[in-house]
C-alpha cells in the first residue's frame, strides 16, 4: 500500500467529482476546521521557525547558495504544510 500526497483540493477523490463552486465551498469549511489541530499548526511553527533561522548561515555559506537553499527550503515547507493541513481537513469532507 502507498501513501498518497495530494497538494490541491481539486486533487482530492471526495471532490473531484463535484462541480468547482460546491468543491470550494466545502473545501473552505474543511481547511477551516483543520486548523483545530495542533499537527497544522505545528507544521506553521516548523515552517517559521526555519525561515527565522536560516539567515544566521548567510555569512557562512555565500550569498548565491543561501538564496539557493532559502527559495528551497521554502517551497518545500510550504508543501509539507499544505500536506498536513490537506490530511486533516479530509476529515471534515463528507
Known amino acids: ?13 471526495e471532490l473531484s467529482e463535484i462541480p468547482q463552486a460546491l468543491r ?9 476546521r483543520a486548523h483545530r489541530h495542533w499537527q497544522v499548526w505545528g ?3 516548523v ?9 544566521r548561515w548567510d555569512v557562512h555559506l555565500g550569498r548565491l547558495v543561501f538564496n539557493a ?3 528551497i527550503y521554502l517551497c518545500i515547507g510550504v508543501i509539507a ?12 469532507i463528507k
Open 69 to 71: 537553499a532559502f527559495a
Open 1 to 13: 500500500m502507498t501513501a498518497r500526497f495530494y497538494l490541491s483540493p481539486k486533487n482530492l477523490p
Open 47 to 55: 515552517l517559521m521557525a526555519g525561515l527565522c533561522l536560516l539567515p
Open 81 to 92: 504544510c499544505q500536506v498536513v493541513k490537506i490530511h486533516f481537513a479530509r476529515r471534515y
Open 43 to 45: 507544521s506553521y511553527i
Open 24 to 32: 470550494y465551498g466545502i473545501w473552505s469549511i474543511a481547511a477551516q
